[in-house]
DNA sequence: CAACTTCTATAAGTACGTGATACGAATTGG
DNA sequence: CCAATTCGTATCACGTACTTATAGAAGTTG
């Protein structure tokens, strides 16, 4: 028989999960831009430019959320469309260079409001998180 | 000179979790509360009655969303509001049974959907997580 | 007890999501 | 090769969840 698998709790991993979200949240800048369009930006960053079909699938939300959210960001200049020369039907999403400084600016603020919260952490938590982290990424792959 | 601090990029903390929370937030239940409305049932779980005030501090939103949040819920049947003996002006506002049930069935949900994520994580990498989950608890506390 | 402070509620506006539906562009079968 | 269908996006009507500004009742205080 080979040993027990690890236990790790999903439950306790998901509140744990959800609370440090939420202080992270409590950092946040007061205008900041929701989930939704944060985690869209980054996935543009990360990808290129995307379909609003294949955003809204990605994201887990409506197409027309998606269309309005990406009107939006166009509106701020996060964001703009392009025709797909394919298809006359697409809409490319792209980010702006604007959308990218945002990303950037918004990392800095949370990197540097988590640092805060770590100075209240002992040194062994600390590694302890550290260690854990490449294998948190893999799970939100 | 003592050694140098464990290297735990918090920029890169800030995004797993972000993502790792987000990955939880798809598998929801397709009505589910929104994220105000799940922290402050769980304050009031944990905690037991609080005034309005008190927890729109706690959970970083103005009084008058906490106002309609609790309104929202108590139409739910989810929190109910009881008068402060000592002071006329005070709400306090306490978790039902219903608000319980419905954070129990919550957390069975979303350990359910992680726990199948996690077949697809190394038993490695499970260890580490495990490991490292009471640092993540003490640096929500 | 009049003036101030505290606590909650209401009002008006915006962002963000939903389902239903419209409509032009692409695909397809007879 | 074109009528029917499917695909991709937009629009509409609606509900929720926030914001700021303000009102108003209950406590506190000089």
């Known amino acids: 028989m080979p040993a027990a698998r690890t236990a790790l709790d999903p439950a306790r991993l998901t509140v744990a999960v959800e609370r440090v979200f939420s202080l992270l949240r409590q950092g946040n800048p007061p205008n900041d831009i929701s989930l939704t369009a944060a985690s869209t930006l980054r996935r543009l ?9 294949e955003l809204a699938t990605a994201e887990g ?4 959320a998606m269309t309005q959210l ?3 960001m166009e509106r701020e200049g996060l964001a703009d469309r392009a025709a797909d020369p394919a298809d006359g039907r697409v809409v490319l999403v792209r980010i702006t260079r604007a959308g990218s ?5 918004r990392r800095s ?3 540097a409001h988590l640092a805060a919260l770590l100075v209240d952490v002992s040194d062994d938590d600390e590694a302890l998180i550290a260690a854990a982290l490449p294998a948190l990424e893999r799970l939100a792959k």
Chains 1, 2 share one sequence.
């Open 61 to 64: 939300v409506t197409q027309p």
């Open 109 to 111: 603020v949370r990197a």
């Open 70 to 72: 990406v009107q939006r």
């Open 101 to 105: 400084e945002l990303l950037e600016r």
């Open 45 to 53: 960053e990360r990808e290129g430019p995307r379909r609003l079909t």
